[in-house]
């Protein structure tokens, strides 16, 4: 089973950047289509961007224009650069395959937007 580690989160001023990293253990990685998710307290977990094998890209209406994911396959690595960081940003984000989330999911990393 693939393994993934998040790492990157952490407390930020409204308006502020993060980039966010998760290493795989495998190189299947390479192969499957990969997102960043994020759940905050009380709330479903959500998609918010994702990155075909071949680099296409899509993003959730709400970070739109603001965060960017890329993926290193070479490294085994998921990127998320979220710039413009709102409150509303706030929660644990997560890696994995999308739609369905087949490798083990890791602990995930902490955001936090606040002043």
């Known amino acids: 089973q693939v393994q993934l580690v998040e790492s990157g989160g952490g407390l930020v001023q409204p308006g502020g950047s993060l980039r966010l990293s998760c290493a795989a253990s495998e190189s299947r990685f390479s192969l499957n289509a990969m997102g960043w998710y994020r759940q905050a307290p009380g709330k479903l977990r959500e998609v918010v961007a994702s990155i075909t094998s071949g680099g296409s890209t899509g993003y959730v209406d709400s970070v739109k224009g603001r965060f960017t994911i890329s993926r290193d396959n070479a490294k085994k690595t998921l990127y998320l650069q979220m710039n413009s960081l709102k409150p509303e940003d706030t929660a644990v984000y997560h890696c994995?395959?999308?739609?369905?989330?087949?490798?083990?999911w890791g602990r995930g990393t902490q955001v936090a937007v606040s002043s």
């Open positions: 994995n395959t999308v739609p369905n989330g087949v490798f083990s």
